[in-house]
Nanobody, 123 residues
Framework: QVQLVESGGGLVRAGGSLRLSCAAS????????MGWFRQAPGKEREFVAG????????IYADSVKGRFTISRDNAKNTGYLQMNSLKPEDTAIYYC????????????????WGQGTQVTVSS
C-alpha cells in the first residue's frame, strides 16, 4: 500500500515556475513507477509526466516537454515535478500517482493517487 500527498501548488504568473512535491508513505515506494497527471475544470484527467522506479526513465506529454521535469528521491520517498515557463493552459489540479510494473501514460493503470494540488497560472 502506498499513500501519496502532493504539495507545492499555488498561484503564479505566466512564465513563472513552481515545484510540486509528492510525499509517499510505505517502504516500497522506491519500487513503484510514478506519474503526474492534471485535470482542468470540465476536462478529463490527463497524463503530464512519468518516471521509472529507478529514476532512469522519464516520459512527458508533448504539451509540457522542455518545460517540466520529473524526478524522484527514493531515499526521501518523494517525487517532484519542476514546472517552468508556465502558461495559463497549465492551470489544473495536479495529481501524483504510483503503479506497479513499468511507467505508463494511462490514467486507469495507476493504482495509488494523491488528493491533488491546485496550480493556477494567470496571464
Amino acid at each position: 500500500q502506498v499513500q501519496l500527498v502532493e504539495s507545492g501548488g499555488g498561484l503564479v504568473r505566466a512564465g513563472g515556475s513552481l515545484r510540486l512535491s509528492c510525499a509517499a508513505s510505505g517502504r516500497t515506494f522506491s519500487s513503484y513507477p510514478m506519474g503526474w497527471f492534471r485535470q482542468a475544470p470540465g476536462k478529463e484527467r490527463e497524463f503530464v509526466a512519468g518516471i521509472g522506479w529507478t529514476g532512469g526513465s522519464t516520459i512527458y506529454a508533448d504539451s509540457v516537454k522542455g518545460r517540466f521535469t520529473i524526478s524522484r528521491d527514493n531515499a526521501k520517498n518523494t517525487g517532484y515535478l519542476q514546472m517552468n515557463s508556465l502558461k495559463p493552459e497549465d492551470t489544473a489540479i495536479y495529481y501524483c500517482a504510483a503503479k506497479r510494473g513499468v511507467v505508463t501514460t494511462q490514467v486507469w493503470q495507476y493504482d495509488y493517487w494523491g488528493q491533488g494540488t491546485q496550480v493556477t497560472v494567470s496571464s
